[in-house]
């Protein structure tokens, strides 16, 4: 028997092979069915949705609670009052002196009668005694009043304070001075005839003097009735516990006659006040 003359192995050893590899692949195929390794072949890609799923937490374990340990309280530390500080020495500025340079007086105005009023130029400036640094240089008229006394006017020219021989201008206002010194010709009616003389009034009173016995002298405060009529062109004098007399003048008017009585009724003024302020 040769080689080629060997025994064929029968068809019943050879008939399970095929069978066992078809069942294999079966369940190779089922098992990867089943874990989803098949399923993106069957679903469109809209439709498919993968869900992720956060990490879960990890769970650490609580440390464990420290002992309760009871602190005792202690009382305040006293806090020291910081030590004092011995004031600090300050030092006074020295304070340089500048030369002052002195303004000289313009206007001066005193009066015998204190706190009478002044008046520049009709514009009121102070109260006597009274001075002025400001007032202009040139001319000014200056006016002074008192309650119960005659204003007084003066006219004065101030220098100018940069010249040379400057000198302050002094204006002294006498209120309680009287100067009267007033005379005037006049003719005594008598009831028959008449005399001329002449009547004078000065510090001392008022008198008339003629060639005649109807001459007489008194003080100012023995004059009882002192009238003139202008229109009837007379001067009338009654003396206390005297005579009645009545002066006339030959000129056209009582203009003469009117200012000697003027004067004489300002001295009686001045003097009465004199009286009442000694």
């Not at 195929?29 to 956060?54: D, H, Q, R």
Request: glycine residues 4%; contains cysteine.
């Amino acid at each position: 028997m040769t080689l080629f003359d060997a025994q064929e192995p029968s068809n019943r050893n050879h008939s399970w092979w095929p069978l066992l590899i078809v069942i294999g692949l079966a369940g190779t195929a089922f098992y990867l069915f089943n874990e989803g390794y098949f399923g993106s072949y069957f679903t469109s890609p809209s439709e498919t949705t993968v869900a992720t799923k956060p990490p879960e937490p990890v769970a650490r374990p609580n440390p464990a609670s420290p002992p309760t340990v009871d602190v005792p309280v202690l009382p305040p530390t006293p806090i020291p009052d910081p030590p004092q500080q011995p004031p600090a020495e300050t030092t006074t500025p020295t304070i340089v002196e500048q030369p002052t340079i002195a303004i000289p007086v313009r206007l001066l105005v005193n009066a015998d009668i204190d706190g009478a009023d002044v008046f520049v130029d009709r514009r009121f400036v102070g109260k006597t005694p009274f001075e002025s640094r400001e007032i202009a240089p040139g001319q000014h008229r200056i006016n002074v009043s008192a309650i119960d006394f005659e204003g007084q006017v003066v006219d004065i020219v101030i220098a100018d304070p940069e010249e040379k021989d400057f000198n302050s201008t002094i204006v002294d206002i006498k209120f309680l001075q009287i100067d009267v010194d007033s005379r005037t010709a006049v003719i005594h009616k008598h009831r028959f005839g008449n005399c001329e003389g002449t009547l004078v009034a000065n510090l001392e009173g008022l008198r008339y003097e003629t060639e005649g016995d109807d001459a007489f002298s008194v003080h100012y405060d023995q004059l009882q009735h002192f009238q003139i009529d202008y229109v009837d062109h007379n001067l009338q004098i009654k003396i206390s516990s005297g005579r009645t007399y009545n002066f006339t003048d030959e000129m056209d008017s009582a203009d003469a006659l009117f200012v000697f009585h003027r004067d004489v009724e300002k001295a009686r003024a001045s003097l009465q006040k004199n009286t009442k302020n000694p």
